[in-house]
């Protein structure tokens, strides 16, 4: 059936470093969500990309739909503590649902 | 203030007492889901609902229920609960189908079976 892989599983790094999350589908989307959640919280909306090549900015946080619109990616420049938590991208399966990555945890080291 | 409210927020229960979990949105939604959350798998969706009287498995819809008789509410019904249904349990709502929408959650419930 239809996957959406997110990887990686965790990620530690230094706060003021940069993190990455990538997200492959086994089929092309018509567009993909991005939600946080943070810890003890539930999953939050971030942003959709629609357009294939899609590129669209929230402050430190840049999200990118690939071209083929079976991948896309977040990155975030410069972490600070507010970002730790989950952060899952999800795509529109068959019979209406939301495939969903399995996510991936950004930590900060003190 | 739009939101999706969820109760209980925790439960203890034992193997095989009937519960329901109350989801409600006010936000005029259509689409409403389930999710369960477990350590390394992500969410899953037990059911969705994409109107009154409309609704559909999901991905891991074994040992549950649920209903829609109106469209604010869509509780979640384990009508034997086991040991494997300790998760933590997650309502959203969509102002239209899952995949073309922003999801909205509710703040979650922690269920432990015993």
């Known amino acids: 059936g239809q996957q959406v892989m997110q990887i990686p599983q965790y990620q530690h790094v230094q706060e003021g470093e940069d993190f990455t999350t990538y997200c492959n589908s086994s089929?092309?989307?018509?567009?993909i969500q991005w939600y946080k959640q943070r810890p003890g919280g539930h999953p939050v909306f971030l942003i959709q990309?629609?357009?294939s090549g899609e590129v669209k900015k929230q402050k430190r946080l840049t999200f990118q739909f690939g071209e083929a619109k079976k991948n896309s990616s977040l990155h975030i420049t410069a972490t600070q503590t507010t970002d730790v938590g989950t952060y899952f991208c999800?795509?529109?399966?068959?019979?209406?649902?939301?495939?969903w990555g399995a996510g991936t945890k950004l930590i900060i080291k003190p | 203030e739009a939101q999706v409210t969820q109760n209980p927020r925790y439960l203890i229960t034992v193997t095989g007492k009937k519960l329901t979990v109350t989801c409600s949105q006010n936000?005029?939604?259509?689409?409403m889901s389930w999710y369960r959350q477990d350590p390394g798998l992500g969410l899953r969706q037990i059911y969705y609902?994409?109107?009154?009287?409309?609704?559909d498995k999901g991905d891991v819809p074994e040992g549950y229920k649920v209903s829609r008789k109106e469209k604010r509410n869509f509780p979640l019904i384990l009508e034997s609960p086991s040991p494997n249904q300790t998760s933590l349990y997650f309502c959203?709502?969509?102002?239209?189908?899952?995949?073309?929408?922003?999801?909205?959650f509710g703040p979650g419930t922690r269920l432990l079976v015993l």
């Open positions: 936000m005029n939604h259509e689409y």
């Open positions: 990309l629609v357009k």
């Open positions: 609902s994409m109107n009154v009287e409309v609704t």
């Open positions: 959203a709502s969509s102002l239209g189908t899952g995949g073309s929408h922003a999801q909205y």
């Open positions: 089929t092309t989307l018509s567009n």
């Open positions: 999800a795509g529109p399966g068959s019979n209406y649902q939301l495939i």
